[in-house]
């Protein structure tokens, strides 16, 4: 599920190594270490590097599908997930904001699983900076990425919207309908 996408924006993982297996100490985009006993640089570079990762990795997707034998689940995985956003962008706000630790790290480590699962790198790779910050217990830095939180998170779910999960009820590359999935 981690192979590079060549249609997808420059700057992705190098294939086979996830977005979100990079370790929050990795200098920049593609999850290049700092040379020893060199710090990996100023959080803000970390957070603008995230930058350069694809919002949708379709690699991910594409391999979801064959995954499930094109059972229509990984559109409705997909759909389910933007469906979710709000409430689970709030989630994760609101422990952030309340420095509840278990709650704030439950929600990152969801967030981040789910959004490598449907490709969203950047999200992904945001949350497992987010994650790293309240295991710290960093809670003011904590605050402050999540405007970028907010900001990709909308991001993705617009590309998901719009090139994978066609809200027009139509599927995937004009597959004919789209399966709808269970209500949340």
């Given at each position: 599920m981690h192979s590079q996408d060549s249609g997808s924006s420059a700057g992705g993982p190098a294939p086979g190594h996830p977005a979100v297996g990079i370790t929050p100490d990795a200098a920049y985009a593609g999850g290049v270490a700092a040379p020893a006993g060199r710090p990996a640089g100023p959080p803000a570079t970390q957070h603008e590097a995230v930058g350069l990762l694809p919002l949708v990795d379709a690699a991910v997707l594409e391999e979801l599908e064959e995954e499930l034998a094109g059972t229509g689940l990984a559109q409705r995985f997909a759909r389910d997930?933007?469906?979710m956003w709000d409430q689970r962008y709030t989630r994760l706000a609101a422990a952030v904001e309340e420095h509840d630790g278990d709650s704030a790290l439950d929600a990152a480590i969801?967030?981040?699983?789910?959004?490598?699962?449907?490709?969203?790198?950047?999200?992904?790779?945001?949350?497992?900076?987010?994650?790293?910050?309240?295991?710290?217990?960093?809670?003011?830095?904590?605050?402050?990425?999540?405007?970028?939180?907010?900001?990709?998170?909308?991001?993705?779910?617009?590309?998901?919207?719009?090139?994978?999960?066609f809200d027009t009820g139509r599927g995937p590359a004009g597959q004919g309908p789209a399966t709808q999935g269970p209500a949340n």
């Open positions: 997930y933007a469906a969801s967030l981040k699983i789910s959004s490598a699962m449907v490709g969203g790198t950047r999200l992904a790779r945001l949350a497992e900076l987010l994650e790293a910050m309240i295991r710290r217990g960093d809670f003011a830095q904590a605050q402050e990425l999540m405007r970028q939180v907010a900001r990709e998170g909308g991001l993705t779910i617009t590309e998901l919207r719009s090139s994978y999960i």
